[in-house]
C-alpha cells in the first residue's frame, strides 16, 4: 500500500517528504511527524489544492469514460470493490434513494454536493452481482438527469475497473465506503489503499 501511494500520488507524498523526510516510505508511524502542521495554514492550504487537482482528473476522466459531467467540489463518496451481496452496495444506494426523496420532498433543501462513485468487478456468471450493477445505474440515470437534483447529486459507475482506474480514485476519494458484512471481508487491500491516499 505504502508504494501505491506513492506512485499514485506523487504530489501529495512529495509534499509529506518536504515536511518530514521519505523515511515514513518504509515507516508507515513516521507520519505522526505531521500531526505538527495541522495548525500550518500554508500546508493545509497546499494539501487541498493537491487534493483538488486529484478530484478534477478524476472528474475529467468519468466524463470521458461515462459522459457524466461531475462537480470536483463536490464530496466524493466511493464504492469500489468486488460487487458482491456481502459488499453491499444495495445499502449505499440505498442511502442515495434516501438522499434524492429529501430532495424531491424539499427541492431548497440544504445538503452537501456529493458525487457517489461505483467501481469493480464481479465474476461473469454471478447474476446478482449483475443485477446490482444494474440497481446503481438505474438510480444514476434518474438522479444525474433530474433538474431538482442539479449538482447536488450525481451518481457514476466506472466500467472496467482495473489498476489504471484505481491509481485515480483511491487518491481522489473523501470518503470509502466500506461497509462489508461484519467477518465477511477477505483482506481488505482496497481499504488500505484509501486510507494511504
Do not use: C
Amino acid at each position: 500500500p505504502r508504494r501505491w501511494m506513492v506512485q499514485s500520488n506523487p504530489r501529495l507524498a512529495q509534499l509529506i517528504t518536504s515536511k518530514i523526510g521519505d523515511g515514513w516510505i518504509k515507516h508507515l508511524d513516521e507520519l505522526r511527524r505531521l500531526e505538527p502542521f495541522v495548525e500550518d495554514g500554508g500546508f493545509r492550504n497546499e494539501w487541498r489544492q493537491i487534493k483538488l487537482a486529484l478530484k478534477t482528473d478524476l472528474a475529467g476522466y468519468i466524463q470521458q469514460r461515462t459522459d457524466i459531467r461531475v462537480n470536483p467540489d463536490s464530496l466524493f463518496d466511493i464504492q469500489v470493490e468486488r460487487i458482491h451481496e456481502y459488499k453491499r452496495q444495495h445499502l449505499n444506494v440505498l442511502h442515495i434513494i434516501t438522499l434524492y426523496n429529501r430532495i424531491k420532498a424539499n427541492p431548497n433543501i440544504d445538503i452537501v454536493p456529493r458525487t457517489f462513485i461505483f467501481g469493480g468487478k464481479a465474476a461473469p456468471g454471478y447474476f446478482m452481482a449483475k443485477l446490482m450493477i444494474k440497481f446503481v445505474t438505474a438510480v444514476g440515470d434518474v438522479v444525474n438527469d433530474d433538474p431538482d437534483v442539479r449538482d447536488r447529486l450525481k451518481v457514476v459507475f466506472l466500467p472496467d475497473y482495473n489498476v489504471t482506474f484505481g491509481q485515480r480514485v483511491y487518491p481522489a476519494a473523501e470518503l470509502s465506503e466500506q461497509i462489508s458484512t461484519a467477518g465477511k471481508e477477505a483482506s481488505g487491500t482496497g481499504n488500505m489503499k484509501f486510507s494511504m491516499n
